[in-house]
C-alpha cells in the first residue's frame, strides 16, 4: 500500500513539473502595430503601455516633430498591452529594431530584440534615421525583461 502512495505521488509531482515547465517556456504570441525609421524619439528605450491615454501620449510624442502624423492603429488597452522599442539617433540609414520574440519566464515576460546596423560596405541613406517598433499582446501584468541582440550585416 505505502508502494502504490508512493507511485502514485511520484506521477502525480512529475506531471505537474512538466506541465509548469510548459507554462514557463511558453511562446507569446504578438502583432505588430507600428514600424519605421523616422520618429522624435532621440534615445534608446523600451516603453510598455497598459493605459489608453499613456499610449496616445507616446504616439503624439513618437510624431511631434514630422509633418504628418499617422492615424494612431486601434488597440483596446483593456485587452491588450503594448510594447515599443526605440533605437534612438543614427547618424545614416540602415539601421533597424525589431522584436523578434516574447516568452513567458515565470512570472515574466522577455522580450526579446534584434537591434541591427549597417557594416562597412553597406550602402546607407545619408539621413538621420531614429528606428521604433511597436506591437500589442493579451494584456499581462507580469514584469517585462528586454534582452537586446545586435547585429552588424554583412553587404558584400
Known sequence: MKLLVFVISAILLISCNSSKDK???EDIPFDSIAHGFFCSIDVKKQVVLQKDS????????VYMNLDQM????????NKFTVIAVFMGIKNTGGYDIKIEKIKSKGDKLLVNVTESSPGTNCMVTDAISKPYEF????KTDKEIEF?????TKDCQ
Open 23 to 25: 507554462v514557463v517556456n
Open 54 to 61: 499613456e499610449y496616445q501620449k507616446l504616439w503624439d510624442e
Open 70 to 77: 499617422p492615424r494612431i492603429p486601434d488597440v483596446d488597452l
Open 135 to 138: 506591437v500589442k499582446i493579451k
Open 147 to 151: 534582452n537586446i541582440n545586435y547585429i
